[in-house]
């Protein structure tokens, strides 16, 4: 008889453990509460059920495994490791300890037993409430504060100073399941991602990627490549805290994704989880660069079954990239097909659709999509990636207080977030100020011209993921489908885009540039 797998997640990240299974033979069932989440349909079975809700969990394994039998359980890409491991305890599975999951998931209790195992990770305390963030701390600024029960980089910053403190617990515990929140010391370096599965405590490294983290205070992952390009014995100092942690944490049968950052103090540990990890990684870029499933182990060591060959078959590089969003309705997305059809494109993701609210990302789950390339060489690999994700472009509805409250913050000044697209120094920041208004209008459309701005035009500027000047004033003449040429001395004053174009593109990229076109031009 085939076995059994219950899988925990019916998302986009447990897609590829659910298809691995099916094409096992497996019967398999999904647990989620979305009966809407993107891979219900691909499961022989689907039950509702809230990932945190263990006894229940508990209780729906227990009576699959009275009516057919239940082999194991597993999740990929959640934070639900823990409700895994209390199904897998109380009847009896494979898989690791409720309390060794709690010690995976907890930072809290992540923190204390690395400290206790010698585990190179930083210093920390625990807040329970904004009070308790207003005492003398024993370590010195700059810190970092989130919570210690989630992921995807959610209510997490890094503050400067004592006056930042507050806010930032206040967001921390505000994404806490148990009211906690945890300030550690900042480390300081580049950051890595490790996937690995672990047989009979024999761990097996699967993927060792440079993750590329943007847009302070906040901890925005832009996407990774993927293999490392760590030198190797830099790698293999690195991967030595990494195994460390795991044993540490005391995981035996399942999978460790580790977030490593290599600081002036050497590799320190930023987290472990007792999973695969959530990014693309495991699923998609580790496999399209190596030719190895690590998903595939991971079912099969949630059945107590040993993993397949885990060696790499081929040394491709993958590269996965962010797209992303100034606040707003979106009103419609465009490039998706041919982004699709590109050179050394594998898939695109998208999650910001016609009608959807977006905001700047403060967060790993706030991007609107991601493109993942993968090519024989590293440069290759990138190039293709954040090309196509610079193409796909979003226009936003006019006309919207979100927007035009993001566009209203003038360009200019350090350390504001969100920050502006094109970040400019001060001799052109007097430039557009020095800019004609123009006449925006009303005017028909097809007749607008853009007032030139030589200056910005003829710089090296680029906007957060990379366009030109040129390439922006591209995007935005697709987006509009006008022609926009630039004014001349015989433009009629009305039909000529001035100072605040300039402005809105500078502060808003291609889409700030667009939304002011259609909520000041076209909808006057």
């Known amino acids: 008889m085939s076995k059994r797998i219950l899988i925990l997640g019916a998302g986009v990240m447990q897609g590829p453990a659910i298809s691995i299974a099916n094409d096992r033979g497996w019967r398999t069932v999904v647990a989620d509460a979305d009966p809407a989440a993107a891979c219900v349909g691909l499961a022989d079975r689907f039950e509702r059920i809230d990932l945190k809700d263990k006894d229940g969990m508990e209780a729906f394994a227990r009576s699959l495994r009275d009516d057919g039998g239940l082999d194991g359980v597993m999740t990929a890409g959640t934070d639900f490791s823990a409700t895994v491991a209390w199904v897998a305890e109380r009847l009896g599975l494979p898989g690791i ?66 006056d930042g403190l507050p806010s930032a617990v206040e967001d921390a515990l505000r994404y806490s399941r148990s009211g906690r929140a945890i300030v550690e010391e900042y480390m300081d370096g580049p950051e890595f991602s490790v996937d690995s ?57 399942g999978a460790a994704k580790g977030d490593v950052k290599f600081t002036s103090r050497g590799p ?3 987290e472990i989880a007792a999973r695969l990890s959530g990014g693309y990684m495991s699923g998609w870029t580790y ?64 999650r910001a659709r016609a009608g959807d609210r977006v905001a700047f990302p403060e967060n790993n789950v706030a991007k609107c999509g991601n493109v993942i390339a993968s ?48 970040a400019l120094g001060q001799s052109l920041l007097d430039a557009l100020a020095d800019l004609n208004e123009g006449g925006e209008g009303p005017a028909e ?34 987006l509009t489908g006008l022609p926009l040429p630039y004014a001349t001395s015989s433009t009629p004053g009305p039909c000529v885009l001035g100072r605040g174009f300039w402005t809105a593109l500078v502060r808003g990229g291609y889409q700030g540039a667009v939304y002011r076109i259609e909520s000041d031009v076209r909808n006057r």
């Open 97 to 162: 300890g409720y309390e060794t999951a709690l010690d995976a998931s907890d930072k809290a209790r992540m923190r204390e037993r690395f400290r206790l195992k010698g585990v190179p990770s930083p210093a920390f305390t625990v807040v329970r409430s904004i009070s308790e963030a207003g005492g003398d701390l024993p370590f010195s600024f700059p810190v970092v504060v989130k919570p210690v029960d989630n992921m995807g980089s959610r209510g997490c910053r890094k503050v400067s100073s004592s």
């Open 197 to 253: 599965l672990v047989h009979e405590g024999e761990i097996t490294i699967c993927g060792l990627a440079d993750r590329h983290i943007f847009f302070p205070p906040y901890f925005i992952e832009m996407g990774h490549t993927i293999p490392s390009e760590l030198s190797e014995n830099a790698a293999s100092e690195l991967l030595a805290v990494f195994i460390k942690g795991v044993r540490a944490l005391g995981i035996r049968n």
């Open 268 to 270: 320190m540990i930023g």
């Open 287 to 350: 496999p399209y660069a190596s030719g190895v499933l690590p998903t595939s182990g991971a079912l099969s060591i949630a059945v107590g079954e040993r993993p397949d060959d885990l060696s790499p078959k081929k040394a491709w590089t993958c590269a996965e990239r962010a797209f992303i969003s100034i606040p707003g309705l979106v009103s419609r997305v465009e490039g998706l097909e041919a982004a699709r059809s590109a050179e050394g494109v594998r898939d695109v993701f998208v």
């Open 375 to 422: 090519a024989p060489s590293r440069a290759a690999a990138s190039r293709s990636a954040e090309e196509v994700a610079r193409s796909i472009l979003i226009a936003l509805a006019p006309r919207d207080e979100a927007t035009d409250t993001f566009l209203a913050v003038p360009p200019g000044g350090e350390g504001k977030f969100p920050p502006d697209a094109f």
């Open 445 to 478: 459309p097809a007749r607008l011209a853009i007032l030139p701005f030589r200056e910005f035009e003829n710089s090296d500027s680029r906007d957060l993921v990379g366009r030109t000047v040129t390439e922006t004033l591209a995007a935005i003449r697709t």
